[in-house]
């Protein structure tokens, strides 16, 4: 077991004006040392809507991590979802994929939408985007991870939105398994239905809504 050197200070006889310093060996748990690594590096950003600057222009990223405790330390960190202004995003993405459509990991990708009306900002906002987060970090749809690029929250006036992005909307095996899992991860009820939208779908919708491919 390995030890730790901590300096400290006794009188070494009552009769002496002095005292002598010593060393004391404590015995120390790995654990108290070592993290715990993650199967990837994951990137944290923001988006801030700021309508002077370009879309790209408001995107910064905040950190990586790739442990365990480099995670909980970033997100004990940053501001809650729930206390973000309207038209701010956070996005978790695997270090490489930036969290947009054109990013060629996305690109024929599409997500597993959440959406969530005012009142459940309160309530289940936060819950829903750290449950999310632990979702991607923990690697919780198994071998179907791999499809899983990152996930985006969006805070809205009108209401937010969580989604979790996949690489190809055409892989149906990995899309509905994560999306079965990540439904039950949420606690949302069997009769409430979640969509898969494909970003292309997305990106040239011709009305407020867009068709969902899959739905769980």
Same mark, same amino acid.
């Given at each position: 077991?390995?030890?730790?050197?901590?300096?400290?200070?006794?009188?070494?006889?009552?009769?002496?004006e002095?005292?002598?310093?010593?060393?004391?060996?404590?015995?120390?748990s790995?654990?108290?040392?070592?993290?715990?690594?993650?199967?990837?590096?994951?990137a944290?950003? %923001?988006?801030?809507?700021?309508?002077?600057?370009?879309?790209?222009?408001n995107?910064?990223?905040?950190?990586?991590?790739?442990?365990?405790?480099d %995670?909980?330390?970033?997100?004990?960190?940053?501001?809650?979802?729930?206390?973000?202004m309207?038209?701010?995003?956070?996005?978790? %993405?695997?270090?490489?994929?930036?969290?947009?459509?054109?990013?060629?990991?996305?690109?024929?990708?599409?997500?597993?939408?959440?959406t969530?009306?005012?009142?459940?900002?309160?309530?289940?906002?936060?819950?829903?985007?750290l449950?999310?987060?632990?979702c991607?970090v923990?690697?919780? %749809?198994?071998?179907?991870?791999?499809?899983?690029?990152?996930?985006?929250?969006?805070?809205?006036?009108?209401?937010?939105?969580?989604?979790?992005?996949t690489?190809?909307?055409?892989?149906?095996?990995?899309?509905?398994h994560?999306?079965?899992?990540y439904?039950?991860?949420?606690?949302?009820?069997?009769?409430?239905?979640?969509?898969?939208?494909?970003?292309?779908?997305?990106?040239?919708?011709?009305?407020?809504?867009?068709?969902?491919?899959?739905?769980?």
């Amino acid at each position: 077991m390995a030890t730790a050197l901590v300096l400290t200070s006794v009188a070494a006889n009552p009769e002496m004006e002095h005292c002598e310093t010593i060393i004391q060996k404590v015995p120390m748990s790995p654990e108290s040392y070592i993290k715990h690594p993650l199967q990837n590096k994951w990137a944290l950003w %923001f988006f801030k809507n700021d309508k002077s600057k370009t879309w790209q222009a408001n995107l910064r990223l905040i950190s990586k991590f790739d442990t365990v405790e480099d %995670f909980w330390a970033l997100y004990n960190h940053v501001q809650l979802s729930s206390n973000l202004m309207s038209g701010c995003d956070y996005s978790l %993405f695997k270090d490489g994929i930036e969290p947009m459509w054109e990013d060629g990991q996305n690109r024929r990708g599409g997500r597993w939408l959440i959406t969530l009306s005012k009142q459940q900002r309160r309530a289940d906002l936060d819950r829903f985007w750290l449950e999310t987060l632990l979702c991607l970090v923990g690697e919780a %749809f198994g071998d179907h991870s791999e499809d899983v690029c990152g996930a985006v929250i969006n805070v809205r006036a009108k209401g937010d939105k969580i989604a979790i992005w996949t690489t190809d909307y055409e892989n149906q095996d990995a899309i509905t398994h994560i999306g079965r899992v990540y439904k039950e991860r949420l606690g949302v009820p069997p009769k409430v239905i979640i969509g898969y939208q494909s970003h292309a779908d997305t990106a040239t919708k011709s009305s407020s809504s867009t068709k969902n491919k899959f739905v769980a």
